[in-house]
């Protein structure tokens, strides 16, 4: 415990609140088009997914290892990098959650880690290579995987049913949802807590409280799921709304093919150690049930909104960390405290303006309704 330090406490302290942001922020993920299609309650919905974080934490620590010795140079960082970092990333988690944009809290997490090491380490504490090969590469190529495998799923779910009774094709995929869902949730758990467990155990070793290349100890597993899995429960309702009602018309059959397709993505990529984002994948999937469904709407606008977001994520993120390390590695514990007390000034007024327009578990379904465009009875894939 002598390597505990303040600063190194309340680096873990911020870690686990970026944990939390993290949760809520991507509770969209899992159960937004679930709650869209009415397939869950929405606040049962948000239980499940919780519990199921939480659960997911402990399956895998690949992508944690990935983080702490992985794209940064771990005998370089210090805490106070950790800290300027994760300032970057919760900041943007809560301006992204106000406006509504599912955008990648894991590439927030990365963009502030890159920036605020390069600052204070220079460029050579930072792996370019890996994060290339563990980020970039990923971020474009899961989302069209999993919105290519759930648009195949979407036209042969219709086409299969095609001749059945509506009512009855709506219930089989509500329940499939169910399972669909609970399941995005685990790998959610299992890929986004991970990222938070790779931090704290990044910052132990800069503490040289754990030896380099060292694994996540358990209580920092138990600790990242359940802060994941509060923030989950407490339910991101803004995106909610995007992701269930503003992209395309969410019935049960592409509900089912997106969260199966996105479920595949996040649990293949987290045992091959890719620290993707679940955000990115989820809505790839998303779209590509939209598509696939024949004659659907979707809506362009609002997914042009989300890749600018996407694209903006990492340098944004990367920026402010960079500010923050400089402000830290010039000024101190001083320095320190003034980046913490602006932090938490801006949260607050983020947190205070999302009240003037508030979005709740009663009227997370009351907006962007998306029509589908009339057609024959009998094309194939259409349903009445």
Not at 336 to 359: E, H
């Amino acid at each position: 415990m002598d390597h505990i330090t303040f600063l190194v406490a309340v680096v873990i302290v911020t870690a686990l609140a970026f944990d939390f942001t993290n949760g809520f922020h991507d509770t969209a993920n899992a159960m937004a088009t679930s709650i869209a299609t009415g397939a869950l309650k929405p606040r049962t919905a948000v239980l499940i997914s919780g519990v199921l974080n939480i659960g997911g934490a402990f399956l895998s620590t690949e992508v944690a290892k990935t983080i702490s010795g992985g794209i940064v140079d771990d005998t370089l960082v210090t805490p106070g990098m950790i800290f300027a970092g994760l300032v970057g990333a919760i900041l943007w988690n809560l301006l992204t959650w106000l406006l509504g944009l599912p955008s990648s809290s894991s590439h927030a997490l990365f963009g502030g880690l890159i920036g605020a090491v390069w600052v204070g380490a220079g460029e050579h504490g930072v792996h370019f290579d890996k994060v290339v090969e563990k980020v970039l590469i990923p971020a474009v190529a899961s989302p069209i995987v999993a919105g290519v495998a759930a648009l195949l799923a979407t036209y042969l779910a219709y086409k299969i049913t095609a001749r059945a009774r509506q009512d009855s094709v709506t219930k089989g995929f509500r329940l499939g949802q169910i399972a669909s869902a609970s399941l995005v949730s685990l790998a959610h758990g299992t890929n986004d807590a991970q990222k938070t467990m790779g931090v704290i155990t990044l910052t132990l070793i800069s503490a040289g409280a754990l030896g380099h290349d060292a694994g996540p100890p358990v209580w920092v597993i138990a600790s990242a799921g359940l802060a994941i899995g509060l923030g989950t429960y407490l339910g991101g309702w803004r995106i909610i709304r995007t992701m269930g009602k503003g992209l395309t018309d969410i019935q049960s059959p592409l509900g089912f093919a997106a969260e199966a397709a996105a479920t595949t993505v996040i649990l293949t990529s987290a045992h091959l150690g890719f620290a993707l984002s679940t955000t990115q994948v989820c809505s790839g999937g998303i779209l590509g049930a939209g598509l696939g469904r024949r004659l659907a709407e979707v809506r362009w606008g609002t997914a042009g909104r989300m890749v600018i977001a996407w694209l903006v994520t990492l340098p944004a993120a990367a920026l402010v960390g960079g500010v923050s390390a400089s402000v830290v590695k010039h000024g101190g514990t001083f320095g320190t405290v003034v980046i913490a007390l602006c932090a938490a000034a801006v949260a607050a007024f983020i947190v205070l303006t999302s009240r003037r327009n508030p979005v709740r578990a009663d009227n997370v379904n009351d907006a962007h309704q998306v029509t589908v465009r009339a057609a024959a009875p009998t094309t194939v894939g259409t349903v009445a």
